[in-house]
């Protein structure tokens, strides 16, 4: 089956550390890998994505890389800010049904000043 | 103006009581899709939708039902609600050719 796990949270971190947040799946074939970021009291919204293996997703200074032989989009980014204090979901949709997305429990990410 | 909207934001209600929550969207795209997000668990699908005549199970469907009234409207129910549909509640869409989903600001139900 499909399935998406990330590592739990919260991940408190001070302001310009470095964020890695894990995420590993299931899959038949080659899915489509995302990111999502959920701001408070907000929808979540697309962070970034990959659609093969070897491709890197990027955004706001994100990073993510799809990884078959490890099956892992391990979400990255150089220097947190506050304002990326937000739940990051990470997603699939298999490679057979575009529109079914699989999501991961979610991380909460609070950055400290 | 969001281009996925959901009403009503926040609902507190009592056991036994229906309620509706309505959802709709200015981006023209054919497949809609019910959450719910519970702490710690993520999203779960409650119903999707590819087109008006198409209406779909998701992982948690009972106690829920859904109503499809055109295009740009999907509307989720329950029926008699139980304190343990107490969660948030997302309506999103997706294009035919699919690789993105667009979130609504969600609807936080609360049963009594």
């Known amino acids: 089956g499909n399935s998406v796990t990330q590592m739990e949270g919260p991940v408190t971190l001070s302001e310009e550390a470095f964020l890695t947040i894990n995420c590993t799946y299931t899959a038949t074939g080659y899915p489509s890998l995302f990111w999502y970021v959920q701001y408070p009291g907000e929808g979540l919204q697309l962070l970034l994505k990959?659609?093969?293996?070897?491709d890197k997703g990027s955004n706001k200074g994100f990073e993510a890389t799809y990884r078959k032989e490890t099956t892992s989009f391990h979400l990255e980014k150089g220097s947190v800010q506050v304002s990326d204090s937000a739940v990051y979901f990470c997603a699939l949709t298999p490679l057979y049904n575009f529109n079914k997305f699989y999501f991961g429990s979610g991380t909460k990410l609070n950055v400290k000043p | 103006d969001a281009d996925v909207t959901q009403t009503p934001r926040n609902r507190i209600t009592k056991t036994g009581k229906r309620i509706m929550l309505e959802c709709s969207q200015t981006k023209g795209h054919d497949r809609m899709y019910w959450y719910r997000q519970d702490p710690g668990l993520g999203l779960q699908l409650i119903y999707y939708s590819f087109d008006v005549k198409d209406i779909n199970k998701g992982e948690i469907s009972d106690g829920y039902s859904v109503s499809r009234q055109a295009q740009a409207k999907f509307s989720l129910s329950l029926e008699s609600a139980i304190p343990n549909q107490t969660a948030l509640y997302f309506c999103?869409?997706?294009?035919?050719?699919?690789?993105?989903?667009?979130f609504g600001e969600g609807s936080r139900l609360t049963v009594l």
């Open positions: 990959a659609t093969k293996a070897d």
């Open positions: 999103a869409t997706s294009s035919f050719e699919g690789g993105e989903l667009f």
